[in-house]
């Protein structure tokens, strides 16, 4: 039977997600030590040598139904500069969450997180008809909070004590996890609003 959330590929003009394979981990070894990404505390970041591992954790998950990984390509360089999910797939309830993301620094802050948000969400709620597409992250991490706000997503709440943290810089504290989500009566706005998003011009 094939799964509600299939392997695809899909292209914009500053970003490529293709699915996730063994073959990426040597970009994403290197993406990951610009700005040793996995020192941030209040999230979940491999380490270069912990690359391969997580690499099989997650095509470990696609073949059990709960996540599609993707790894997220520089169209100008070809090589993989992060990692990006569908995970927590709920087929039953056409529900999905963005999740599982990280970029290296050199890519952040221009318009390819943005893209690959917008390819992504343009997949779940045109191609797998999603009611609802959600967004997690630590109440500590501005950065993700801001970045998902302005998406245009809501904060649904916040799961206060949700998890525990097992970063070594933070072992044992407790993870508030703030819980957004865009409805698929929302994205025909929220879609003219990222397209908007990615046509204004950049200055350096």
């Known amino acids: 039977m094939t799964p509600f959330v299939p392997a695809v590929s899909l292209y914009g003009a500053h970003v490529h997600l293709l699915p996730l394979k063994a073959a990426h981990h040597d970009d994403l070894v290197d993406a990951v030590r610009d700005g040793e990404l996995w020192n941030h505390w209040y999230t979940v970041i491999p380490t270069a ?4 591992a997580e690499i099989t954790r997650r095509l470990h998950l ?4 709960s996540m599609t990984p993707f790894a997220v390509i520089d169209p ?10 569908y995970m927590n797939i709920d ?3 056409r529900r999905v969450e963005i999740g599982s993301t990280w970029y290296r620094r050199s890519v ?3 318009p390819l997180n943005t893209e690959a948000k917008r390819l992504l969400l343009g997949h779940a709620f045109e191609t797998l008809n999603c009611i609802a597409v959600e967004f997690r992250t630590h109440f500590f991490n501005q950065q993700s909070r801001r970045a998902i706000e302005r998406l245009g997503a809501k904060l649904d709440g916040i799961l206060r004590s949700h998890q525990i943290n097992h970063h070594p810089l933070a072992q044992g504290a407790l993870r508030d996890t703030c819980v957004y989500s865009i409805l698929a009566s929302e994205w025909p706005s929220v879609k003219t609003h990222l397209d908007y998003q990615l046509h204004l011009p950049r200055t350096s």
């Open 76 to 85: 100008t360089s070809g090589r993989a500069v992060g990692m990006t999910t």
């Open 49 to 52: 040598e912990g690359m391969a």
């Open 108 to 110: 952040q802050r221009g």
């Open 91 to 93: 087929a039953a309830n």
């Open 62 to 65: 696609q073949a059990q139904g």
